[in-house]
């Protein structure tokens, strides 16, 4: 299975390789071709390939029950990617630049924005749980 192949092109490829022995007589059975299928999957799914290793029988496991299995797991990694995505948020401070000369007039705005930061955060984190 290539990197950014979803099951299903990854299905539609193998079904492709597999037709051309077949068309000159060779003949692969139910559980030799659910082997070679759980066999070139990524090692990222290593935990799902075991599981259905060891929970099924795969000699009377069907190739559909199999891709099936293997296209749930697929949406659930794509959803916990989005989510994942939708909870990130980004924060910028804005800055600014004080000239020495202003620096003695600029405490109390010091003292302003430092407030204003601090009520910023404080709503973030009241927003945030």
């Known amino acids: 299975m290539k990197h950014d192949e979803t099951i299903s092109n990854m299905f539609t ?3 492709n390789i597999i037709n051309g022995p077949k068309s000159l007589g060779k003949t692969y059975t139910n559980a030799e071709m659910v082997r070679k299928i759980l066999r070139c999957i990524p090692k990222s799914w290593e935990a799902k390939v075991t599981t259905i290793q060891e929970t099924k029988d795969l000699n009377s496991l069907s190739l559909e029950e199999t891709l099936g299995s293997l296209m749930i797991h697929e949406m659930n990694i794509k959803m916990d990617d989005e ?4 909870k990130k948020k980004y924060i910028a401070f804005k800055s600014s630049i004080h000239d020495e000369e202003f620096e003695e007039d600029s405490s109390s705005d010091e003292n302003e924005d430092l407030a204003l930061i601090i009520r910023k955060f404080k709503r973030f984190l009241r927003n945030k749980k």
Not at 83 to 86: G, R
């Open 83 to 86: 989510d994942d995505n939708k």
């Open 13 to 15: 490829r193998f079904t």
